[in-house]
């Protein structure tokens, strides 16, 4: 059931023409000799009844590989146990945008694919129909056969080429929820055997023939090029082949990864540091808060906020800030090329094949049809792999040489060249009424946009709560530091100020903060389910021993519902997370062992950015190098975490980013219920 096997240069694809003109291209599994007829874009079935099903999203960890293919088995009807997959190429019959990115896996195939899978199910029972000369209501389909009245039964193997002659039915019928018999039952992931036993093929895995290794200097302040370069001692050093310089800045070629990063420590580079040379962590915040007194883009307005404000029994005011997170993935960003004359291919670990594809074809200028682009497993990815800027760097070094290269990333380059979550100023004012409840709040937050304002305020401007009067605005202060998705997105950062803030309003008017946020959430039933449900199994309002604390933190992104309540122990000095209950409403869940896995994964992220995340900026440069300087979650830290699910039949929310934003607010707001201490700053740290 893995992906790819080891790669000759040439020989390993398997291509089949599309109802849309182009190539289909996946890579063949091992053992897989038979050839398999194609009953659409995601079915193959071949003679001896194993079922190839192309998953056209990537895989990073999040299990897209098992749920996609659970969508596709539901309503195909095949045996389970027969199913193998493949990663296809770029191809119009999956969509415009083959990508991963906003948890949007499941909501975007959840029809498609099941559609899929059931048009190619009538397919093989109409052909079954046709060779018994019966009503194809007469037959019926289930565990990779077809069997009809009189105790006939052919294998889909027997039947597949005469169904892939057949048309695309018109009218395809799907099941009800009640009639699932896979989406809804915890199933092992498919690619954890071949993960376990390294036959599992990531990006950094690929070999060809003749293929070399690189690295690349890049100018250590953002926005600085390559002013001048002196290679030769570079050249010097064994294994290295050519020095080129690329957009990016100078390429070291050599016969193994190693010998290229000797021959990098060897250039003498001259840079033009340019504009950002004097950008430092402090100015940055200095910049943000110039803007708070400053009237901003409004981006949520309800009822009248400075009315209200002045008329408040009580007012309160806070200013929370956090600084910018790297992506950090454990498998540096890495990409493997070879450009020829008339074609392009590209290996890679990428969450966005159309936009590796369409990098490819800008740098070479080659025609859709001539750029390969080959999806392989991913050692991580939390937004980072989204870009393909990586991608370039290593079609341009091939373009350059003449031949395969591969380009690898050290783990410095990732942590000092990545396109950051941002940092963020926020300031926000509170009024209570007479009795001590909500009535007004304002918002202002300082912080690069990037894909519009939305991201700089989801989470603020679109919270749940009911209060009646709302201000929510924002400037756009951008310095010059690449930032991009990170897991998550705004909510990451904004959750934090949103569910803190809360908890502050409710202490200022003397109201427990479940007992404030369920009065705020009485119209928003799936959120106030989740809510009741952590509290409920946190044991919310039970005696703790002194020193602990519970906080609560919710969030409502990527169409599901998560409520989270931490519980912390401040003893002796030292913070430790005890335990975590997380409630999430995600839908119709297809997978629940998946969720499961991705809730705790998204606590374990969001831990380590609440607890010890920050990039920090010095003469335009950035200080952290690698995990000494960037800790992360240790495992020896990492919480108890209970999951509950939500009973849904609404339609499938994201679930990969869905638990990282809450965890932040409910650690920060336990540390307060265990110290009377606000946490305003992040770190915690």
Not at 25 to 32: A, F, S, Y
Not at 188 to 209: E, M, V, Y
């Amino acid at each position: 059931m893995s992906t790819v096997v080891k790669a000759t240069r040439r020989g390993f694809l398997k291509t089949a023409a599309t109802a849309a003109g182009g190539l289909l291209l996946g890579v063949r599994l091992r053992g897989d000799t038979a050839p398999a007829s194609k009953l659409n874009a995601w079915v193959h079935i071949a003679p001896d009844d194993s079922v190839t099903l192309f998953i056209h999203k990537a895989e990073m960890g999040q299990g897209t590989v098992t749920s996609l293919s659970m969508l596709l088995a539901e309503e195909l009807e095949c045996d389970w146990s027969k199913i193998r997959t493949e990663f296809p190429g770029i191809d119009a019959a999956y969509g415009r945008n083959q990508g991963v990115v906003g948890s949007a896996s499941i909501r975007t195939s959840y029809e498609p694919l099941r559609r899929a899978g059931a048009a190619a199910r009538q397919m093989l029972v109409e052909a079954a129909a046709q060779q018994w000369g019966v009503a194809a209501s007469e037959c019926r389909a289930r565990n990779s056969m077809v069997t009809d009245g009189n105790g006939r039964h052919l294998g889909y193997g027997a039947l597949a080429e005469a169904a892939s002659k057949l048309s695309v039915p018109a009218n395809i019928t799907l099941k009800t929820p009640q009639q699932f018999m896979v989406i809804g039952k915890p199933h092992k992931r498919l690619d954890a055997p071949d993960k376990t036993n390294g036959r599992a093929q990531f990006g950094i895995d690929t070999r060809l023939p003749g293929m070399l290794h690189a690295v690349v200097e890049r100018c250590p302040v953002f926005g600085g090029k390559v002013a001048s370069f002196d290679a030769s001692k570079a050249k010097a050093v064994p294994g290295v082949k050519q020095v080129v310089q690329i957009s990016t800045g100078v390429a070291v070629v050599a016969d193994n990864t190693w010998n290229a990063a000797q021959g990098r420590k060897a250039l003498v580079i001259q840079w033009d540091e340019g504009a950002r040379a004097a950008v430092s962590s402090a100015s940055i915040s200095a910049a943000f808060a110039e803007h708070m007194s400053q009237p901003g883009a409004v981006q949520r307005q309800n009822g009248d906020a400075a009315a209200a404000l002045a008329g408040a029994a009580k007012k309160i005011e806070a200013t929370y800030e956090v600084p910018y997170l790297a992506h950090a993935p454990m498998e540096p960003l890495n990409c493997t090329v070879d450009v020829r004359p008339d074609r392009c291919e590209v290996w890679a670990s990428t969450q966005g094949q159309t936009a590796a594809h369409s990098e490819a074809m800008r740098i070479t200028g080659l025609k859709p049809e001539q750029v390969l682009v080959h999806t392989l497993y991913m050692g991580g990815g939390f937004g980072r792999r989204a870009r393909s800027d990586y991608i370039g760097e290593a079609v341009e070094i091939s373009k350059a040489i003449g031949a395969p290269v591969q380009l690898t990333w050290m783990r410095e380059d990732d942590m000092q060249q990545d396109w950051y979550r941002p940092a963020s100023l926020a300031h926000f004012t509170g009024a209570l009424d007479g009795d001590g409840w909500p009535v007004a709040l304002t918002s202002r937050v300082a912080s690069p946009y990037f894909g519009g304002p939305r991201t700089a305020v989801e989470g603020i401007a679109d919270m749940a709560y009911a209060i009646p009067n709302l201000h929510v605005d924002s400037h756009d202060v951008n310095l010059g530091i690449p930032v991009s998705y990170w897991r998550s997105v705004g909510y990451s950062q904004n959750t934090f100020f949103t569910e803190s803030f809360l908890d502050e309003l409710a202490s200022a008017g003397g109201k427990d903060p479940l007992e404030v946020r369920r009065r705020l959430l009485a119209k928003t039933p799936r959120m106030l389910a989740a809510l009741e449900l952590a509290a409920e199994k946190a044991g919310w309002g039970k005696p703790l021993p002194a020193g602990h604390g519970r906080g609560i933190g919710l969030s409502n992104n990527i169409g599901s519902f998560t409520a989270q309540v931490a519980e912390v122990s401040w003893l002796e000095g030292k913070l430790r997370v005890e335990r975590v209950v997380c409630a999430v409403d995600c839908g119709q869940v297809v997978n629940p062992a998946g969720v499961e896995q991705q809730i705790q994964s998204g606590i374990a992220f969001g831990l380590s950015a609440a607890l010890k995340g920050a990039i920090t900026i010095d003469k335009g440069r950035v200080q952290q190098g690698n995990f000494h300087q960037y800790d992360v979650l240790r495992i020896d830290e990492m919480p108890f975490v209970e999951v509950h699910l939500v009973p849904s039949e609404a339609a499938p929310g994201g679930i990969g980013e869905a638990s990282t934003p809450g965890i932040v607010a409910a650690v920060a707001n336990a540390f307060f219920a265990a110290t009377g201490k606000r946490v305003r700053k992040l770190p915690i740290a």
